[in-house]
């Protein structure tokens, strides 16, 4: 079906158009500098230490975990309400992910007072999703990490530019990971990002990013080295050229694009504020956020009444899903399941309206008329 609303569309122009001919005219695809350029504009732009392209944010969560050390036996606690992903990068390590309830329906981030009264001897690390770009309350979040001698791992694909505290998103905590999948702020088909502010943590990732090889195609081709050693079991996790290019391109475009959202941000909640039947998470939100995405609750719902709101809203033309059928309900971890009441009825009662900065006001407020038609 094709939508008159679709949830989302990409930010392409002729722009990424030329970035691809260029590198693909500049006989040299695979990683290389356009990586490396990226790296340093990533870097520069979330103003942590060290950035690393990698091949999707799914890798980047597994080389976070290995990184700093988590492992067989060990316990990672995280949410399961987000992308499957997140948990299963914690399985790839070997280690056991225990699922967290959520705050509440306003503010459907991790609840920190979960995160304390989980922890076991075993636990050794706390994965936080900042969901739809809206930061998890970090503050409690590091300190009880520091106390229980944990470590903080952002997964923060929602989030490029959001802030906490003037703090960007991913550069809190020991190690922060992007996805730049088709459908998220910074586009490059696939591909992600891993930041940290940790030396260390950035060397090691960095060589088990390509086979754990102590020197690159780039580097080797360019003189630099003829040779090379394989000091670490590594994997082929390395991002190419071609999508470095266009990468670029989005990140030129990125501080626009979400100002743009911001404004339509803006609309959505002027019109559904008035509706009871709604909640808006993170309504009341004022830190500058990506607005990944755009998420309503139903009150007084069920996924049954959810999924009727969703039919009706896509006869009117209107692209909708839901973030995101919760991971402790899917059979690959029903021997993680834990009661998640909150999670489990935002799991059920949540709808993600269209959001992207090409959303013209006339079909937001079509979107909020037809949301207010249903009920």
């Known amino acids: 079906m094709i939508y008159n609303i679709p949830l989302f569309d990409l930010n392409f122009d002729e722009k990424e158009e030329q970035a691809v001919v260029e590198t693909l005219k500049s006989k040299w695809i695979s990683a290389g500098p356009k990586t490396g350029d ?38 990672v606690i995280l949410p399961s309400l987000t992308f499957v992903a997140t948990a299963n990068a914690v399985r790839y390590v070997g280690a056991t992910p225990v699922f967290a309830d959520v705050i509440s329906t306003e503010n459907i981030t991790i609840n920190p007072e979960e995160v304390e009264r989980l922890i076991t001897p075993k636990t050794k690390a706390v994965i936080v999703m900042h969901y739809g770009g809206f930061p998890c309350e970090m503050d409690r979040i590091i300190a009880i990490a ?91 996790y390395r991002m190419d050229d071609i999508r470095a290019s266009i990468g670029l391109v989005q990140l030129d475009k990125i501080q626009a694009d979400l100002e743009l959202r911001a404004e339509i941000r803006k609309q959505y909640i002027r019109g559904l504020s008035k509706n009871d039947n709604l909640i808006v998470p ?49 059979s690959i971890y029903k021997n993680y399941y834990r009661e998640l009441p909150v999670t489990d009825y935002i799991s059920d009662c949540e709808v993600t309206l269209p959001m992207y900065s090409k959303l013209e006001p006339s079909q937001v407020d079509y979107i909020i008329q037809s949301i207010g038609d249903f009920f």
């Open 146 to 236: 520091k106390k229980h001698n944990l470590k903080v791992i952002e997964d923060a694909c929602h989030g490029p530019l959001s802030e906490y505290n003037s703090s960007k998103l991913g550069t809190i905590g020991d190690v922060g990971c992007f996805s730049f999948f088709s459908n998220k702020n910074i586009s490059t088909g696939e591909g992600g990002m891993l930041v940290t502010n940790d030396e260390m943590y950035f060397e090691k990732a960095k060589l088990l990013r390509s086979h754990g090889m102590t020197s690159m195609s780039y580097e080797r081709a360019k003189g630099h080295n003829t040779s090379y050693d394989v000091v670490a079991l590594g994997y082929n």
């Open 38 to 75: 990226l790296e340093e504009k990533m870097a520069n732009l979330l103003n942590c230490k060290f950035a690393l392209a990698v091949s999707n944010c799914t890798v980047a969560l597994h080389l976070a975990l290995d990184v700093t050390g988590i492992g067989p036996g060990d316990e």
């Open 282 to 330: 993170f309504k009341n939100h004022t830190s500058f956020s990506s607005n990944y995405i755009m998420p309503i609750i139903l009150k007084d719902s069920d996924y049954e009444k959810r999924d009727a709101f969703r039919e009706y809203l896509k006869e009117k033309g209107i692209q909708t899903s839901v973030h995101y059928p919760a991971v402790h309900r899917f």
